[in-house]
């Protein structure tokens, strides 16, 4: 088990934090997250004559999901690990570059479409990421926008939040990006689309399970790392979240699996 100090560093803005994820990354989350970007690209207008960005791309879900429509998709992250996954995809229409989300090296108007599923909402100053976001949309092009509906995220953050504010109330410590919470409410997502330059978006709500493998009880133990939760919870009170954690597994799963439900919001707007 982590020590607060670590948990309190997470490094979600260090771009060599995703560069060592990207496998475990691949494997993991982007079977997950792909539901949710097929999702949020099925909202964009697109087909073979359109540029569409990608921003905050990871192992690619949603540029992989615009390239099938025909679309020239330029796919940006911060991380040189990611870029690189998406570059070896080898997809003719998809151009991968590294950047920072925040100031995009790309001109203005220069895209008929952005997606960014589960990236803007992280960036430190995710006001900024909707901005650019709006700057290189052309007018009258469109955007969507993927956020987790919880201030605790999806999949094991979220389960792990969820036991914490059962036996500790109040001791929850806040994942550290601003976004995430302020992002995880309708309203709150839509003034902020709006804010940045676009029309009021349409805002869907989509639930799909994260499945956790739970067949190999060393590969739990590995899922308290990076859980910035337990930062608020002394030894003896993380050890009874990791107990009551385990047991919630061994409840409800089926076989080898554990599912996770995890609700995402998706705002669709014009570019104004
Ligand atoms: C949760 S993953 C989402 C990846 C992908 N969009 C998906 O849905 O599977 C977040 C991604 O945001 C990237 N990221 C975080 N901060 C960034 C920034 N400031 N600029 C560009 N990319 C950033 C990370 O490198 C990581 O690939």
Known sequence: MQSSEQAKSLPFNDPA???KMVATYEAQSQPFTTHFADAAVATLPI??????????????AAALAAARSGAEVTAIDFSAGMVARVRAHDVANIEARQMDGQALDLPDAAFDAAVSVFGVMLFPNWRAGLREMARVTRSGGTAAIAVWKSADGAAVHLLLA?????????????????????????????????????????????????????????????LFEFMPHWSGLDADQSAAVARAFRAEIERGRVGDIFAIPSTALIATARRL
């Open 17 to 19: 934090h995703w560069d």
């Open 47 to 60: 087909g073979p004559s359109s540029k569409v960005l990608d921003i905050a791309t990871g192992t690619g």
């Open 162 to 222: 969820q036991i914490i504010r059962r036996l500790y109330p109040g001791n929850v410590t806040p994942m550290p990006c601003t976004g995430l919470a302020e992002l995880a409410d309708p309203g709150r997502l839509a003034a902020a689309v709006i804010a940045a330059g676009f029309s009021v978006p349409a805002v869907a709500e989509i639930t799909h399970d994260f499945k956790l493998n739970v067949g190999n009880p060393g590969d739990v133990d590995k």
